[in-house]
């Protein structure tokens, strides 16, 4: 999807998801359709059956993103992570740590509290649960996160360059995205800096780690994710080539004002 269809569906800036508890203004999505039982099958199942079938999508939604990940680069067989919330709970759904990911099953997929307590799940949740729960409890808008080790994008955080409005891209969905400085992976101080510095933004870059994208679901975080990989390979590109060409500020205050970001 080209950046004017994202951004003729956009209904307010992203200044609005600083406020924890607004909205993440959507890039392309709406939000996603309440799973649908039949009558017949409710008199069939109870609620808590309904449930599981709701977490069964989540879990092979889960399973989808990894190997797509996986197949392209941007993660290693055994490094990145992901989650989802379930939603109407303080509950997540979260990939095992140290599996390899084209092979993972449902079965694999971790059940967590916000604590970080297993409630459902053979495995240990990844190691990097903290900021994914530190993200949950501060940002009621965000229903997915996604870890990945991107190799282009974290290659330019590894080198002090930010993301520049080299795109329209880069200069309307991304905006500003920090470049948090190196913190022990799997550690509740991680956790914390990160649940802070992704106030109003749809990722951070970890600099020699990776990068954390969030969304309201998983595809709009695989896509923020997809569209900074992008933009790092092409700024990787112009740098031998005298460097890249930044947008005017000017032009990007007037497709802001035009799209009404």
Known sequence: MGVHEWCSSKSRSLEDT???????????????KKKTISR??????????????E?????AQLIKTMVSLHSRGLMTG??????VRIEGS???????????????KPE??????????VIEGIFKPSMEWYF??????????????????????TGMALAGKKIEPITLEAAVMLADVPILNFRYPGTKELGEIVGENILGHRAVILQNHGVVAVGYDLIEAITTIEVLEEISKMAFVAHFFGGAKLIPPD??????KLYKI
Do not use: W
């Not at 099958?41 to 059956?49: H, N, Q, S, T, W």
């Not at 501060?138 to 994008?153: A, C, K």
């Not at 032009?251 to 802001?256: A, P």
């Open 90 to 104: 303080d509950e997540v759904l979260i990939t095992p740590s140290g599996l390899y990911k084209p092979e993972l």
């Open 18 to 32: 600083k406020a924890t508890d607004k909205s993440l203004s959507r890039h392309f999505l709406k939000p996603p």
């Open 132 to 153: 994914h729960t530190a993200i949950y409890r501060r940002r009621r808008d965000v229903n997915s996160v996604i870890h990945t080790h991107s190799p282009y994008t």
């Open 55 to 59: 977490e069964d999508d989540l879990k």
């Open 108 to 117: 694999d997929i971790v059940k967590i509290d916000m604590e970080g307590n």
């Open 78 to 83: 055994v490094g990145g992570n992901a989650s």
């Open 40 to 53: 017949h099958a409710l008199l069939r199942i109870d609620e808590g059956a309904a449930m599981s079938l």
């Open 251 to 256: 032009q990007i205050e007037l497709i802001k």
